[in-house]
C-alpha cells in the first residue's frame, strides 16, 4: 500500500483562521476554524485590519492544532497549500506567510490556493470524488460566480456578480431587518415560517442570457420597503389596502419582518437558480456544483437538488461544515495541483482580486 499523501492546508482570506491536514485529496484529517465573528459582529461586518491582526494572533495555534488533531507527525506531511487569491490582502498575507515558514521549515513543496476554486471542490471532502466537467455555482460573502469546470484545476470563469455577492445581500438585508450579523443563516433560520409571496421582490436577470449577477437593486428594493421610497410618500400599496403606518423597521410586526426575509430569499434563491440552470444549459454538462457561504442555505439546497433532478444531472453539494470558510477544502485541491507538478515557490503572492 503506498503512503497517503497528507497536505496541510491554510486559510486565512477573511474573518477565518483555519487550517487542515486533508489526505490524499479527500480524506479530512482535521479541520480546525478559529472564527473572527464576534468580533466584527459589533461592526455589522468584516473590519479588514482587525481582521488581520486576529489571523496573527490565532494562526499559530490553530496550526499547531490541526497537527496535533491529525494525530500524525511534522515528517507525515507532503506539502503546503495555501489560498493566496482573492480575499482581504492583510489577512491573505498573515496565512501565506506562516504556509511559506512551514513549507520551508519542513522542507516540502508549496501550493497557492484560489479560495473560489477551492470552495467548488468542497463537496468531494469525505465524499466521492466529484464527476467533471461541471458547473459550478457559488456564492459566499464576498463572492457569486459561475465556472465552467472542466478538472478541479481547470476553472473557466462564465459570470459573477456586478455588484453585491449574495451572501453579503443576505446580511445587509439582516441589517436593514435588524435581524443580527451574519445576516444568511438567520434568514435561512426564520424564512420557512414566513410567506416568501408576501413581497413581489424583483428578480434581476440582466439582460439576454447573461450569466452575470446583480443583487444592489433587490437590496435597495427591501431598504424602500422598510424605509419608504426617498421622496415618496408610501409605496406599500394603496392606502386602502393599509392601515397608515410610518416607516422604519421598528414599525413593522415581527410576523411582517419574517414575511420580507422570506421574501427576500426566495427572490434571490430564485435568480441563483435561473442562472445555474443557464451555466448548465450553456455548458452542456452533467455536473452541477454548489459552494460557498450561501451553499449552506436550505432553500437554495432545495432548489438545486430540483433543478438538478429536472434536467438530469448530478448535484453535488458539501456538507454544512465545507460550505462556509475552511482550509479542508484548500489541502483537497491542492492534491491535484501536486499530483500535476503544479507547486509554487517561496516568492508566492498574495491577490486580493480575481485574476482571469
Ligand atoms: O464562504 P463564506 O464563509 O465566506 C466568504 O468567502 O465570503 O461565506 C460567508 C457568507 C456570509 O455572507 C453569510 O451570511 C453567508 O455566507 N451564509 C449564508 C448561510 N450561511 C452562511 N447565507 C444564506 N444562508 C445560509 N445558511
Ligand atoms: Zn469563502
Not at 459573477?160 to 435561512?188: C, H, M, Q, R, W
Not at 458539501?318 to 470558510?325: F, L, T
Amino acid at each position: 500500500m503506498t503512503e497517503p499523501v497528507n497536505i496541510l492546508a491554510v486559510e486565512s482570506s477573511c474573518d477565518e483562521t483555519a487550517c487542515a491536514v486533508v489526505a490524499d485529496g479527500r480524506s479530512v484529517l482535521s479541520d480546525v476554524v478559529a472564527s473572527q465573528i464576534d468580533i466584527h459582529a459589533r461592526y455589522g461586518g468584516v473590519v479588514p485590519e482587525i481582521a488581520s491582526r486576529a489571523h496573527i494572533e490565532a494562526v499559530n495555534t490553530v496550526i499547531a492544532q490541526a497537527v496535533n488533531d491529525a494525530g500524525i507527525s511534522e515528517d507525515d506531511i507532503s506539502a503546503v497549500a495555501v489560498t493566496n487569491e482573492p480575499g482581504l490582502i492583510g489577512s491573505l498575507l498573515v496565512g501565506l506567510m506562516a504556509a511559506k515558514t512551514l513549507a520551508w521549515t519542513y522542507d516540502v513543496p508549496l501550493i497557492g490556493v484560489n479560495h473560489i476554486y477551492a470552495h467548488a471542490y468542497a463537496p468531494a471532502l469525505d465524499s466521492e470524488p466529484i464527476e467533471y466537467p461541471a458547473a459550478a455555482l457559488i456564492c459566499s460573502g464576498g463572492h457569486t460566480a459561475l465556472y465552467h469546470c472542466r478538472a478541479a484545476t481547470e476553472m473557466e470563469l462564465l459570470g459573477s456578480t456586478i455588484d453585491d455577492a449574495a451572501g453579503e445581500a443576505f446580511d445587509k438585508v439582516a441589517a436593514i431587518l435588524n435581524l443580527g450579523y451574519p445576516g444568511g443563516p438567520i434568514i435561512d433560520r426564520i424564512a420557512p415560517s414566513g410567506n416568501a409571496q408576501a413581497v413581489d421582490f424583483p428578480r434581476s436577470l440582466l439582460k439576454g442570457r447573461s450569466l452575470d449577477f446583480s443583487f444592489s437593486g433587490l437590496k435597495t428594493a427591501v431598504l424602500y420597503h422598510v424605509n419608504g421610497v426617498p421622496g415618496a410618500k408610501d409605496n406599500r400599496g394603496p392606502a386602502s389596502d393599509r392601515p397608515a403606518r410610518k416607516h422604519g423597521i421598528e414599525n413593522f410586526p415581527k410576523a411582517e419582518i419574517v414575511d420580507i426575509a422570506a421574501s427576500f430569499q426566495a427572490a434571490v434563491v430564485d435568480v441563483l437558480r435561473i442562472k445555474l440552470r443557464r451555466a448548465a444549459e450553456h455548458t452542456g454538462v452533467r455536473t452541477l456544483i454548489i459552494g460557498g457561504g450561501v451553499s449552506a442555505n436550505a432553500a437554495l439546497r432545495a432548489a438545486a437538488a430540483d433543478l438538478a433532478d429536472e434536467l438530469g444531472c448530478t448535484l453535488r453539494m458539501p456538507a454544512a461544515r465545507y460550505c462556509v470558510d475552511n482550509a479542508a477544502m484548500v489541502g483537497g485541491l491542492a492534491w491535484h495541483y501536486l499530483a500535476q507538478g503544479t507547486v509554487a515557490g517561496l516568492d508566492l503572492d498574495a491577490h486580493a482580486t480575481i485574476r482571469r
